[in-house]
């Protein structure tokens, strides 16, 4: 199975799901929170830093469950999106995404400030790619409408996303194993044991998962299954490779003072999104035309005959590029197989002391670490096998060419 990336269009026809579940109890509960919830029928959320129940809170709030999340598949925030009004989570590439509450959004995609912050156990991550929420252990998902900065920050003013992951049982050892197989060369297997190392004192989580898939999509490009090593897109589009290690550790001990800290480590690998580009060329001499309305002549003095060029395109966008009349290209998606959506490792941790006697004060430091070590490599969008001409005034002589970075690759392309 070569390294693949992630795409919304494609997904497995079937898959076979194998589970196991091992408890020493009945009881599902992973916090006293949570416990409140499978006793009572609450739900209980922490949009204001403290656990309440959601009836209770004067905010709109949307809340997925642990129970949620298995029965809906491990879905992620696309998916969570689909089943919530008013929240729209868009993957423009797999280092890029785009989040929006009530319909406000950075319209600046590559801003380092989000629009919509997103928390993991309270620690604030700079990038929504940097936890990969459908290998994650996860307790609850959250989505809090409205503004929220005087909490969380001068870019919550839309709302904000929080995520906590699954905590040890100071009372019980569980432990639970999952897999899928599919076609498409789809393979999953995810596992956590819990275990209390000291009853009601101590108790360690471990996590990990794997999971890779071959896309859809198929790649037109010549070279898709190339063996070069400088090829980082084989095969089909829209495939991955990822990996995901968690850690959590709960202490108490005395009754006031509780320890909690958390690591995640995530390895991924995406390929280049399946897609293509329509719109105006940048030359002035082509008439080429990927639109089909509002045509315009453009009346550059390099242009003889002037060139005519649509400006708009009218009606349903087809799933795969239509040839223009004049283009030179293979029918289908076509991706430069040196291209890829995302590659490298990313890092969350979190270390929460919390000192609380039931008294009228309380005290909480909480540190958060967040690191993240990733590349993407762009595509030609509409024809990546298309020359670059760069011809110089200078005594230097004229190239003609594919123009690709591929310093470190060892490729022969």
Request: avoid cysteine; charged fraction near 15%.
């Amino acid at each position: 199975m070569n390294s693949k990336a992630a795409i919304r269009h494609g997904v497995s026809a079937f898959a076979l799901i194998l589970g196991a579940t091992v408890s020493t109890g009945a009881a599902q509960a992973q916090t006293t929170a949570a416990a409140e919830t499978a006793d009572s029928g609450d739900i209980i959320v922490t949009a204001r830093r403290i656990s309440e129940r959601l009836q209770d809170v004067p905010v709109a709030i949307t809340a997925f469950s642990a129970q949620d999340l298995r029965r809906e598949g491990r879905i992620n925030l696309s998916d969570i999106a689909q089943r919530t009004p008013g929240f729209a989570f868009e993957a423009i590439s797999p280092l890029v995404v785009q989040t929006s509450i009530r319909g406000q959004l950075n319209l600046r995609t590559t801003s380092p400030v989000q629009n919509v912050p997103i928390n993991v156990d309270g620690i604030y991550l700079q990038r929504g790619y940097m936890v990969d929420q459908t290998l994650v252990e996860l307790q609850q998902v959250e989505i809090i409408k409205g503004p929220q900065s005087a909490l969380y920050g001068r870019n919550a003013f839309a709302g904000v996303i929080n995520i906590s992951t699954r905590a040890p049982s100071l009372e019980k050892i569980e432990a639970e194993v999952q897999g899928t197989i599919g076609n498409y060369d789809r393979y999953d297997a995810r596992g956590f044991i819990s275990i209390p190392i000291i009853k009601d004192k101590l108790a360690v989580l471990a996590a990990v998962g794997h999971s890779q898939f071959d896309g859809t999509w198929e790649n037109q490009h010549p070279l898709a299954n190339s063996k070069d090593p400088g090829a980082r897109t084989r095969g089909n589009l829209g495939g991955w490779n990822k990996e995901t290690y968690q850690v959590r550790v709960i202490a108490k001990p005395v009754e006031s003072l509780s320890i909690d800290a958390m690591y995640i480590r995530t390895e991924r690998f995406f390929d280049q999104f399946a897609s293509y580009a329509m719109g105006t060329t940048a030359a002035a001499t082509t008439a080429v035309n990927t639109l089909n309305a509002s045509p315009v002549t453009n009346p550059s003095p390099f242009a003889f005959p002037p060139a005519t060029q649509n400006r708009l395109f009218v009606g349903e966008v087809p799933a795969l590029p239509v040839l223009a009349p004049g283009e030179n290209r293979p029918a289908g998606l076509l991706i430069d197989p040196r291209a890829y959506g995302l590659e490298g490792p990313t890092d969350v941790g979190s270390l929460k002391i919390e000192w609380n006697d039931d008294g009228p004060f309380s005290a909480l430091y909480q540190f958060g670490y967040t690191a993240a070590a990733v590349t993407q490599r762009g595509n030609a969008m509409r024809n990546p096998l298309s020359a670059a001409t760069l011809t110089s005034f200078t005594p230097f002589q004229t190239f003609t060419g594919t123009l690709f970075d591929s310093s470190g690759s060892d490729s022969s392309f």
